[in-house]
């Protein structure tokens, strides 16, 4: 640990060091001669966002669009209450598009997890079997359901996170 001695010697130092060493001025020359096209940020392109079908189910393609995550909404999470059993699909099982690929039950109600997409099934949450509550804290974080290796097009419609809220709205 630092003592407060060689910490204030240090800023004395960095101190002395910048007035004996004064910056450059910049000219208008010199600023424009800086290369535009460098940029320190990254955009995100909006095919890749998070999309929400009919049946309540969100899908997040990967960056490379060779796998999906899939859950159910906040929307359904809240509809369905309390759930107390979720079915997981398991490992290596080959889906179609449309297919039911596990069951979430609740206190009010049971209902089947549909995948937009076709492939195999390479992962599933399976802290959701030991507390299935978990998909109500956060069913569109760490509540996700399977990954999914795609195999083609997502089928259906897939809508925006605005266009899926406007849909639950009408309903």
Known sequence: MAS?????????QLTSSAIRR?????????????????????????ALEKKYTEDHEWIDISADGKTATLGISDYAAKALGDVVYIELPEVDLEVGAGDAIGAVESVKSASDILTPVG?????????????P???????EGEGWIAKVEIDGEPEGTL???EEYTAFTEEA
């Not at 407060?4 to 004395?12: E, G, H, K, L």
């Not at 599933?124 to 079997?129: G, Y």
């Open 4 to 12: 407060r001695f060689s910490v204030a010697r240090a800023a004395r």
């Open 22 to 46: 004064p910056f450059a001025p910049i000219t208008c020359q010199r600023w424009q001669a800086t290369p535009a096209q460098a940029r320190l940020f990254t955009v995100t392109a909006p």
């Open 119 to 131: 492939g195999k099934v390479v992962e599933v949450n399976s802290a959701l079997e030991e507390k």
């Open 133 to 139: 509550g978990g998909i109500n804290k956060d069913p």
């Open 159 to 161: 809508m925006t996170k």
